[in-house]
DNA sequence: GTCTATATCCGGATAGAC
DNA sequence: GTCTATCCGGATATAGAC
């Protein structure tokens, strides 16, 4: 019954078993929640009992701690990855990232998911979340900022507020893919890249300054 | 160990607990989502016993549809109290319903709320889901559209584009008001704001056109 | 490391008295 | 309309064998 591709051996090291669990949990959290899915279902996915898993995380606020925190490593990972590119190629590879989860099965923000939870969730969760929320933005505000004196983005205020519009609207966005299909969500992704456009050189008036 | 303060009678009307329970559900799933209130939380709160509810609602079910519905025709009646507003004002008023929701103990949109919870629900409930959001949505893109004609706004491409990013990042607002406070969601409505400002007149040249 | 077995609690739902 | 009592399933978690 075991329908993991890797089913449990005996002599299946810690750390293996650890790995996917946390991977496992990070696409049933971005699906279902937090709340939403139990040790049961991890189990089955891993092909192991559930019992087992207390061995590697004691309690789901553990695993909930763990998880989170692999979301960040994976996204301070994909800042590394993407060091090089000019402001623009990185914003649009950064949307990229939430139409691939739309497109997964309808997987949302982490960060949406666990807001949500986020009234029935343990100190030690909720911390992780903000780090994650606060790399995220800390991030978008950065390349904001950047690309608004490369002369590539046109934004009124501060970059830290408009990094924060960014991030709320991909939250909704993703969220509002899972009722009316990924396609919404190119679409929003798309407008609100179209409202980062500056705006066309002040008039098509022919003067050249030549230098 | 009643703590209500209507609590039940023999004599009590069913449309009055009904009533009750409908506003008792909308408040729990704003801040606890749909899935992680019960029937027992519900029960606590109008100071009547868990089985009294599904004479009502025979089902959760049930009770989530008559939830959305009461939503939409919260919204219903809203709209028709700011049909007279020109459409700044109407937008202003309408964020504002967000301002409110976040500053009530941290209350999401419930259309996010539902989003998440989404694939755990029956698909009466998520037709409501959609009907509500789709009202929003409707609402958000006429208001638009009036307020560009009237020169009060300026965005590119279709207002019903521009309708589900202001939708998404209101939702996102209120879900990051939960982690970090109303005054962060005040920002980010702020900053929506003055995206849908229209550029100042082309330059201040001291031309005027008489009429 | 993983198992079986179990403890404990809480969820929605039903039956039938009042 | 609301109650008590009960059923059943599923949740996290623990104990102890292998």
Redesign the pocket.
């Known amino acids: 019954m ?1 329908a993991s591709s890797t089913p ?3 002599g ?7 790995a996917r669990l946390i991977g496992t949990a990070q696409a049933l959290l971005q699906t279902h929640g937090f709340a939403a ?5 991890l ?1 089955d996915e891993l ?6 898993i ?10 909930g701690v763990a998880v989170l925190a692999a979301f960040r490593a994976s996204f301070d990972e994909w800042v590394r990855l993407h060091l090089g590119q000019d402001p623009h190629a990185r914003m649009l590879a950064y949307l990229r990232i939430y139409t691939r989860f739309a497109r997964d099965h309808g997987k949302a923000c982490p960060v949406a998911m666990v807001s949500s939870d986020f009234f029935d969730l343990p100190e030690t969760v909720r911390e992780q979340a903000r780090l994650l929320a606060q790399a995220h933005l800390l991030w978008l505000a950065a390349t904001l900022e950047e690309g608004r004196q490369a002369g590539v983005f046109a934004f009124p205020g501060e970059a830290r507020r408009q990094a924060e519009v960014i991030g709320c609207a991909a939250q909704g966005a993703v969220l509002s893919a899972r009722m009316w299909g990924d396609q919404r969500m190119d679409d929003i992704l798309r407008q609100l890249l179209a409202q980062l456009a500056p705006p066309p050189p002040a008039r098509p008036v022919n003067i050249q300054i030549m230098d």
Chains 1, 2 share one sequence.
């Open positions: 075991n449990s051996t005996p299946a090291r810690a750390s293996d078993t650890r899915f139990s040790y049961q279902h189990a092909g192991i009992r559930k019992a087992s207390h061995y590697h995380f004691a309690s789901k606020d553990d695993l």
